[in-house]
Protein backbone atom coordinates (compact mmCIF):
# COMPACT_ATOMS: atom_id res chain seq x y z
CA UNK A 1 0.00 0.00 0.00
CA UNK A 2 2.98 2.51 0.95
CA UNK A 3 4.71 2.15 -2.02
CA UNK A 4 2.14 2.25 -4.14
CA UNK A 5 1.30 5.70 -2.79
CA UNK A 6 4.79 6.64 -3.26
CA UNK A 7 4.69 5.50 -6.96
CA UNK A 8 1.60 7.41 -7.21
CA UNK A 9 3.28 10.34 -5.82
CA UNK A 10 6.11 10.25 -7.73
CA UNK A 11 4.26 9.97 -10.83
CA UNK A 12 2.38 12.67 -9.97
CA UNK A 13 5.82 15.27 -9.52
CA UNK A 14 7.25 14.20 -12.32
CA UNK A 15 4.37 14.70 -14.39
CA UNK A 16 5.00 18.39 -15.55
CA UNK A 17 8.57 17.79 -15.91
CA UNK A 18 7.94 14.88 -18.94
CA UNK A 19 5.15 17.22 -20.74
CA UNK A 20 6.29 18.09 -23.73
CA UNK A 21 7.87 21.10 -24.56
CA UNK A 22 6.12 22.18 -27.81
CA UNK A 23 2.65 21.24 -25.81
CA UNK A 24 3.79 24.47 -23.34
CA UNK A 25 4.94 26.64 -25.89
CA UNK A 26 2.24 26.48 -28.42
CA UNK A 27 0.29 27.47 -25.24
CA UNK A 28 2.77 30.34 -24.32
CA UNK A 29 2.46 31.40 -28.06
CA UNK A 30 -1.51 31.45 -27.92
CA UNK A 31 -1.65 33.40 -24.75
CA UNK A 32 1.00 35.77 -26.28
CA UNK A 33 -1.96 36.21 -29.70
CA UNK A 34 -4.29 36.78 -27.07
CA UNK A 35 -2.55 39.18 -25.11
CA UNK A 36 -1.64 41.41 -28.78
CA UNK A 37 -4.94 40.93 -30.35
CA UNK A 38 -7.91 39.83 -28.39
CA UNK A 39 -10.61 41.95 -26.30
CA UNK A 40 -13.95 40.63 -25.51
CA UNK A 41 -15.71 43.27 -24.31
CA UNK A 42 -14.38 46.76 -25.49
CA UNK A 43 -15.33 49.95 -24.69
CA UNK A 44 -15.51 52.91 -26.59
CA UNK A 45 -13.16 51.72 -29.67
CA UNK A 46 -12.50 55.13 -30.33
CA UNK A 47 -8.61 56.74 -29.94
CA UNK A 48 -9.04 56.51 -26.57
CA UNK A 49 -9.26 53.16 -26.71
CA UNK A 50 -6.65 52.36 -29.08
CA UNK A 51 -4.26 54.56 -26.91
CA UNK A 52 -5.44 52.51 -23.56
CA UNK A 53 -5.59 49.18 -24.96
CA UNK A 54 -1.99 49.33 -26.68
CA UNK A 55 -0.55 51.29 -23.08
CA UNK A 56 -2.43 48.29 -20.94
CA UNK A 57 -0.70 45.56 -23.65
CA UNK A 58 3.28 46.70 -23.83
CA UNK A 59 2.87 47.82 -27.38
CA UNK A 60 4.10 51.37 -27.11
CA UNK A 61 7.75 51.06 -25.51
CA UNK A 62 8.61 51.75 -28.77
CA UNK A 63 5.10 52.59 -30.23
CA UNK A 64 4.05 49.59 -32.15
CA UNK A 65 2.95 50.92 -36.07
CA UNK A 66 -0.29 48.96 -36.22
CA UNK A 67 -2.63 46.65 -33.91
CA UNK A 68 -5.67 44.83 -34.63
CA UNK A 69 -8.25 43.91 -31.32
CA UNK A 70 -10.78 41.08 -32.09
CA UNK A 71 -13.49 41.41 -30.05
CA UNK A 72 -16.10 38.29 -29.49
CA UNK A 73 -15.67 34.97 -27.96
CA UNK A 74 -12.80 33.12 -27.57
CA UNK A 75 -13.82 29.66 -29.42
CA UNK A 76 -14.84 31.25 -32.62
CA UNK A 77 -11.56 32.94 -32.96
CA UNK A 78 -10.10 29.10 -32.23
CA UNK A 79 -12.74 27.70 -34.79
CA UNK A 80 -10.74 29.54 -37.53
CA UNK A 81 -8.03 27.22 -37.21
CA UNK A 82 -10.59 24.49 -37.79
CA UNK A 83 -12.83 23.82 -40.66
CA UNK A 84 -15.62 24.97 -38.48
CA UNK A 85 -14.95 28.53 -39.59
CA UNK A 86 -12.08 28.96 -40.89
CA UNK A 87 -10.32 27.90 -44.83
CA UNK A 88 -6.54 27.57 -46.20
CA UNK A 89 -5.62 30.99 -47.04
CA UNK A 90 -2.29 31.44 -48.75
CA UNK A 91 0.54 29.43 -47.28
CA UNK A 92 0.01 28.03 -43.75
CA UNK A 93 -2.76 30.74 -42.46
CA UNK A 94 -6.42 30.79 -42.17
CA UNK A 95 -9.00 33.31 -43.42
CA UNK A 96 -12.36 33.07 -41.18
CA UNK A 97 -15.68 32.08 -42.94
CA UNK A 98 -17.37 34.48 -40.79
CA UNK A 99 -16.66 37.50 -39.96
CA UNK A 100 -15.65 39.39 -36.88
CA UNK A 101 -15.87 43.04 -34.61
CA UNK A 102 -12.13 44.29 -34.53
CA UNK A 103 -10.77 47.80 -33.50
CA UNK A 104 -7.72 48.50 -35.78
CA UNK A 105 -5.43 50.69 -33.93
CA UNK A 106 -2.85 53.29 -36.30
CA UNK A 107 -0.01 55.30 -34.63
CA UNK A 108 -0.59 58.77 -35.40
CA UNK A 109 2.47 60.64 -36.06
CA UNK A 110 5.41 59.99 -37.47
CA UNK A 111 7.79 58.75 -34.06
CA UNK A 112 7.74 55.63 -33.11
CA UNK A 113 8.48 56.72 -29.46
CA UNK A 114 6.14 57.79 -26.77
CA UNK A 115 4.10 59.14 -26.17
CA UNK A 116 2.29 57.12 -28.59
CA UNK A 117 -1.31 58.43 -29.86
CA UNK A 118 -3.90 56.06 -32.15
CA UNK A 119 -6.21 56.15 -34.75
CA UNK A 120 -9.14 53.61 -33.85
CA UNK A 121 -11.11 51.90 -36.65
CA UNK A 122 -13.75 49.95 -35.69
CA UNK A 123 -15.44 47.31 -37.81
CA UNK A 124 -16.64 43.88 -38.88
CA UNK A 125 -14.00 41.81 -40.75
CA UNK A 126 -12.89 38.78 -42.01
CA UNK A 127 -9.64 38.31 -40.11
CA UNK A 128 -6.23 35.84 -41.29
CA UNK A 129 -4.60 33.62 -38.52
CA UNK A 130 -1.76 31.15 -38.61
CA UNK A 131 -2.42 28.56 -36.01
CA UNK A 132 -0.34 25.86 -34.56
CA UNK A 133 -1.66 22.50 -33.04
CA UNK A 134 -5.54 24.02 -33.18
CA UNK A 135 -4.69 27.17 -31.37
CA UNK A 136 -4.16 30.93 -33.48
CA UNK A 137 -0.76 31.93 -32.73
CA UNK A 138 -0.08 34.44 -35.10
CA UNK A 139 -2.40 37.50 -36.54
CA UNK A 140 -1.78 38.29 -40.23
CA UNK A 141 -4.27 40.40 -41.22
CA UNK A 142 -7.99 41.49 -41.70
CA UNK A 143 -10.16 42.63 -44.58
CA UNK A 144 -13.89 43.45 -45.64
CA UNK A 145 -15.65 40.73 -47.45
CA UNK A 146 -15.65 41.63 -50.83
Do not use: W
Amino acid sequence: MMMGLGLLLLVFMLGPCLTPPTLAQDDRRYRHFLDQHYDANPHGRNNKYCDTMMRRRGLTSPCKDTNTFIHGIKKNIKAVCEDENGVPYGTNLRRSKSPFQVTICKLRGGSNRPPCEYKATAGSRDIVIACERGLPVHFDESFYRP
